[in-house]
């Protein structure tokens, strides 16, 4: 897979993208119940995740476990533990825990799927205009639960998609308060920007 790495800023410790995930979106006119059709040119990962999350397509995740640990392994060699964004989407099975399972299995470390957890609903983080009303809307919403065991860990979180970075700021704030997490990485297979 062809990817275009960016260094994405925040408040964890170190973070990266593996691409864009639209190069391109064309409107080419409105179908026949009214809504406006795109003509969408994505990248390599960004396809690969539309086709996870939009397509059902399984297939999708030992290819994007894949490129993230070849692309980001080497940076988080003091990862201890990966852990999966939260999804603000209730789907059967989904779509970031499946790719952070298979991260995991190739770093050969635990996906921690039961520490960052989310309390209760909230509406999808593209559903709120205001990127501090997101972080103060998850900052409520995220809690941590103490399944280590005695140590100090570094964590990795993935997620699908970065946009302005309100999810992983809310959800680091979160694990910073826990006393058994000392460096918290993030990992993203898209970026908008």
Request: aromatic residues 8%; charged residues 20%.
């Amino acid at each position: 897979m062809e990817v275009n790495i960016k260094k994405i800023e925040g408040n964890w410790t170190l973070g990266f993208s593996l691409d864009k995930h639209t190069i391109r979106s064309i409107a080419i006119g409105y179908n026949e119940s009214g809504y406006m059709q795109f003509d969408t040119e994505r990248s390599e990962a960004g396809e690969a995740l539309f086709q996870l999350k939009y397509r059902s397509d399984l297939s999708q995740v030992p290819i994007l476990g894949q490129q993230l640990y070849d692309s980001f392994s080497y940076v988080f060699l003091s990862s201890s533990l990966v852990i999966p964004m939260p999804a603000s989407k209730t789907r059967a099975w989904q779509p970031v825990t499946e790719i952070a399972r298979n991260l995991a299995s190739h770093m050969g470390i635990p996906c921690v799927e039961n520490l960052l957890v989310k309390t209760g609903t909230t509406l999808q983080m593209k559903d709120i205009n205001s990127r501090d009303d997101k972080v103060s809307t998850l900052l409520k919403a995220f809690t941590v639960h103490d399944v280590l065991g005695n140590g100090i860990f570094d964590a990795l979180i993935v997620d699908d998609l970065f946009d302005t970075g309100s999810s992983l700021e809310a959800a680091t704030t979160v694990l910073r308060s826990y006393s058994k997490i000392r460096n918290i990485y993030v990992a993203t297979v898209t970026r908008k920007k």
